[in-house]
């Protein structure tokens, strides 16, 4: 089975989104709900000191009519299209800030034509829950997590 592009199965998401009643962005890849902001991101690369920088500014632009405006996202999903360098995946799980807003999707095992992606998704976002759930049940995709090493793990859910 052929599967879609990163931006096609974000296309198909928006749709499951729409069917919820959430607001979305038919030019950008944002999710509106309760007055929070699930921001998409769609790369094959970025820099560990890019990724940090943006994870630490957390914007996301909404465009209304002909104005456009910047918001702060509550929540970032980073959909990588080639494989997601363990560095990024380290710099998440190792700062609770940073892994309570922001989710990873390596989505390149699908590109190349395998049934599983891998996630690192600990945030309480609704809406990439609803993604992962999206990507099974619509897809029939295995949503894996990356194993962490334990001892990050108590210090990404130990309280503050």
Known sequence: MKMPKVWEILKGFKEVCRI???????????????????NFLLA?????????K?????KCVVRESVSYYVVDASYT???????????????VSENPDFASRTALYDLSPLLEGKN????????DSSVFHEFEDFLKNELKVKVKSFSI??????????PG
Request: hydrophobic share 40%; with cysteine.
């Open 20 to 38: 919820h009643g959430w607001r979305i962005s038919e030019d950008a890849d944002w999710v509106e709900v309760d007055g929070k902001y699930h």
């Open 54 to 58: 943006i994870l630490s500014n957390m």
């Open 116 to 123: 599983t992606c891998f996630k690192l998704n600990l945030t």
């Open 77 to 91: 999903a980073w959909l990588f299209s080639e494989l997601l360098p363990e560095t990024l995946v380290k710099i």
């Open 149 to 158: 090493p334990k001892s990050d793990m108590e210090t990404i859910l130990s």
């Open 44 to 52: 094959r690369d970025v820099h560990p000191s890019s990724f940090r």
